[in-house]
């Protein structure tokens, strides 16, 4: 086993799509789990207190 340059050759699997509910590239493909919005996982969309982004929707105003 090799750590170098002839392992990232192998790092070509895509993990994260696009969520087709808030639009990011947080869609984790195994799991079938969104990590921005949990759509996936629940119906409601997924914030906490302590965050501060809106989640992707208004992510470019100008």
Same mark, same amino acid.
């Given at each position: 086993? @090799? =750590?170098?340059?002839?392992?990232? !050759?192998?790092?070509?699997?895509?993990?994260?799509?696009?969520?087709?509910?808030?639009?990011?590239?947080?869609?984790?493909?195994? @799991? =079938?789990?969104?990590a921005a919005c !949990?759509?996936?996982?629940?119906?409601k969309l997924r914030?906490y207190s302590w965050?501060?982004?809106?989640?992707?929707?208004?992510?470019?105003?100008?």
């Amino acid at each position: 086993m @090799t =750590k170098g340059t002839p392992s990232m !050759g192998k790092k070509n699997k895509i993990s994260h799509i696009r969520c087709r509910r808030c639009g990011r590239v947080a869609y984790k493909t195994n @799991t =079938k789990q969104c990590a921005a919005c !949990g759509y996936g996982k629940t119906a409601k969309l997924r914030s906490y207190s302590w965050q501060t982004h809106d989640l992707g929707r208004n992510f470019r105003t100008s």
